[in-house]
C-alpha cells in the first residue's frame, strides 16, 4: 500500500495499519461469498435430484440426500453468519478510523471530550 504524505506521521501509520485490516476483512468476506455460493448450488443441484428421483431411489439414500441437505444448509446459514460479523467488522473499523481522523485534527464534530473517550 502507498504511504501518505502528511506532517502528521502518525496518521500515515494508522491509515495503513486500518487499511491493512479492511483489505484482509474484504478478502475473507469475498472467500466466505465463494463459499457460499458453492454451498447454494449445491443445495439447488441434490433438491433438484431429490424431487425429480425421489420414488426410484432407495429410502435409505433418499434420508442420507435430505440429511445432506441439512448439513448443507447449516453450513450456508454459519457462513451467512460469518458474513455479517465480518460486514460488522468493518463498520467498526470504519467508524473508529472516522473517529481517530477527526479527532486527531481537532475537527470532531462532539466535544472534544466525548471524542477521547470514544461516546
Known sequence: MGTIRTT???LAIIFRER????DRAKEQI???KL??????ATIISLTGWLISNFQSVHWLLFFA??????IIGFAG???HRRIE???AFIEELLRSYRNDYYCRFGSCR???IRCLFGI
Open 8 to 10: 502528521h506521521g502518525r
Open 85 to 87: 460479523e465480518k460486514i
Open 110 to 112: 462532539s466535544s472534544r
Open 30 to 32: 469475498a472467500y466466505l
Open 77 to 79: 446459514y454459519s457462513i
Open 19 to 22: 487499511m491493512s485490516k479492511l
Open 65 to 70: 440426500a435430505v440429511l445432506a441437505l441439512s
Open 35 to 40: 463459499w457460499l455460493g458453492i454451498l447454494v
